[in-house]
């Protein structure tokens, strides 16, 4: 028995990197997947890949940006699977145009990274957590980052926006738990995916397109924890959505191999 079974999961930027390991293990788990993805052939790969494995998959093209198209989503993931009882909101992500406040392109980066990570965080979370109470309860779980929890990121727009996931979280855990709805973030570390690989180098450790204004040799001796590979975050969410976590609630977990502790 899977620990999500006859669970129905919505996670958003499933094609590709934590999202996508996201949905290849809550489906193993026995949970129902929708899979909201605004790149249509990453998104279609996700869904033949899971339903060659005879898992249940749905993927639905969506711009979390776009309220209307938040909403088709949801509701097409309803008729598909009768329900929703899981929220993973993991679409998001830096652009290298960040910069620190003095510096930045405000017109360029701070409607790019504001949008996929709080905007659309906020519009996933308007839509799919009534049905999770109409389902009877479930869980929400935030992708946030190390970043938000402490200040020496040079990425302002993109720590401030996941700053401000961990705040919502609060906030929304406060608003629905007596509707049985449990709310909590990872803030997580360097996460090899495909983006961050080409970005920064194998192990984060340079060669990519992105040059660190800290060396990341420095970091990883000091933190050999924090560079990981999206199954480590997978776990967590799989942990957070299920009755594993059920104390849990409100919670930012820092998955970042101690670097916002020490």
């Known amino acids: 028995m899977g620990r999500l079974d006859r669970r129905v999961a919505f996670i958003t930027g ?6 996508r390991a996201t949905a290849e293990l809550f489906a193993a788990e ?15 790969a996700a869904e033949q890949a899971l339903r060659a494995q005879g898992r249940r998959a749905l993927f639905v093209p969506t711009d979390v940006t776009r309220e209307d198209s938040v909403r088709a989503a949801v509701d097409a993931g309803v008729r598909a699977f009768g329900k929703l009882d899981v929220l993973f909101n993991c679409a998001g992500g830096s652009v290298v145009e960040d910069s620190l406040v003095t510096d930045v392109d405000f017109d360029d980066v701070w409607e790019r990274t504001m949008g996929t990570n709080l905007r659309g965080t906020m519009l996933c979370c308007r839509h799919v957590i009534p ?21 020496a990121s040079p990425l302002h727009v993109y720590t401030a926006a996941k700053g401000a996931i961990v705040s919502l979280t609060r906030a929304l855990a406060g608003a629905y738990v007596k509707q049985n709805v449990r709310v909590n973030a990872i803030c997580a570390g360097r996460i090899q995916t495909e983006r961050n690989v080409r970005k920064y180098g194998a192990q984060g450790m340079g060669g990519g397109t992105v040059v660190d204004r800290q060396p990341a040799a420095e970091r990883v001796k000091d933190y050999p924890l924090w560079v990981g590979q999206p199954i480590d975050i997978a776990n967590i969410a799989l942990f957070l959505a299920s009755e594993d976590s059920r104390m849990i609630t409100g919670a930012a977990i820092p998955a970042d191999g101690g670097r916002s502790a020490y």
């Open 14 to 19: 499933a094609g590709a990197g934590i999202a």
């Open 30 to 44: 026995g949970a129902s997947v929708v899979l909201v993805e605004i790149d249509p052939a990453s998104g279609a």
């Open 131 to 151: 049905r999770i109470i109409t389902a009877g309860g479930g869980t929400v779980v935030n992708m946030s980052s190390g970043a938000a929890l402490r200040g």
